[in-house]
């Protein structure tokens, strides 16, 4: 499967504190250790999927997220550990404080090589 794939979706598992209007109980059941655990699962799932993605595919990211540590750090952190193999294209963050939305994050990677 590795370089199989012009475009990746990745709508990774995440806190969803993004949607916390339409699902208020989240609040009270998102305990450091699982968040702990939710970033840790983004990193991997990033990781082991964006092998399959073709040099000059897409790997977009995604999550109903506010956080910055599940999502401009988890971007941050990717490209680091990539060496420059991928690219950010674009970025957005949707709040539900500004946009009147739920929350949203979604970013568009390019893979050089």
Wanted: glycine share 8%.
């Amino acid at each position: 499967m590795k370089d199989s794939a012009d475009r990746v979706l990745l709508d990774v598992p995440c806190s969803g504190l993004g949607v916390l209007r339409r699902n208020p109980d989240t609040k009270w059941k998102l305990t450091p250790s699982i968040f702990e655990n939710l970033v840790l699962s983004q990193r991997q799932l990033i990781q082991n999927y964006s092998v399959m993605v073709k040099p000059g595919g897409r790997l977009i990211y995604s999550t109903c997220s506010i956080f910055p540590t599940e999502n401009e750090k988890q971007i941050e952190r990717f490209l680091v550990s990539m060496g420059g193999q991928f690219e950010l294209l674009e970025q957005r963050n949707i709040s539900p404080f500004v946009d009147g939305f739920d929350g949203f994050f979604m970013a568009s990677l390019l893979r050089k090589y």
